[in-house]
Each structure stands twice: as structure tokens, then as C-alpha cells.
């Protein structure tokens, strides 16, 4: 029974994590896009060390409990996202094509006149 949780959490994860990778990975300067890889790794410790504190805290008589304020903490995650979001504007890369070859030409291809 503990089979359907598992794969929609796992799907879940996948889903985020491939999207904000790439997102990250895609707005970041090419200077920090390293940077960018290793924060977003370092999110993930941060909430595997929250689940960590309060599992062994014992803070709550039930796990029902536990689950509802983790909810209550992705709600209020979920509500500083959504603000980010909406503050958002896209970084947008301009790249010079740079067709300067030399005076070196391909002679492997036949020009359309011909």
C-alpha cells in the first residue's frame, strides 16, 4: 500500500528537481552557473536536516501531526514561490554568431548555381 506514495513523490522530485536545474543552470551568468548547481544541492540538505530535527525531536505525539505541519510548511513555501514568480523577469542572453571563418571555405558542397 505504500507503493502509490512512493512513485507519486518520486515522480514528484524528479519533476522538480529536473526543472529547477535547468532553470537555474539556464538564468545563471556563466560564471556562477556552478554556484547556482551547488545552492540548489545545498537546499536539499537544508530540508533533509528539517525532516531530520523534527523526527528526532519528538515533538509531536502523532506522525498526522508531523505531516500537517510539513504541509504547513510547503503552503508557506509554496506562497513565497509564487511571489518570487510574480517579481520574476527572465534573463535574456544575446549571443553574437560569429561567421568570420577566414577566408576558409568548404569546398565540400556544391553552391546552388551550380
Known amino acids: 500500500w505504500l507503493l502509490p506514495q512512493i512513485f507519486v513523490i518520486t515522480v514528484g522530485e524528479i519533476m ?8 537555474s543552470y539556464s538564468q545563471a ?6 554556484v547556482l548547481q551547488a545552492a ?6 537544508f530540508g533533509n536536516v528539517i525532516v531530520i530535527l ?9 506522525r498526522a501531526s508531523e505531516f500537517f505541519m510539513f504541509a504547513c510548511l510547503m503552503l508557506v513555501d509554496m ?4 511571489f518570487l514568480a510574480w517579481r520574476y523577469t ?3 542572453v544575446k549571443r553574437e554568431v560569429d ?13 546552388d548555381s551550380d
Open 90 to 92: 527572465p534573463r535574456v
Open 40 to 45: 540548489w544541492l545545498l537546499t536539499t540538505a
Open 99 to 111: 561567421m568570420n571563418m577566414n577566408g576558409v571555405t568548404n569546398k565540400n558542397f556544391r553552391r
Open 54 to 62: 523534527v523526527a528526532e525531536a519528538k515533538a509531536f505525539d502523532d
Open 16 to 23: 522538480f528537481s529536473v526543472t529547477g536545474l535547468e532553470f
Open 29 to 34: 551568468p556563466e560564471s556562477m552557473k556552478s
Open 79 to 82: 506562497a513565497i514561490f509564487m
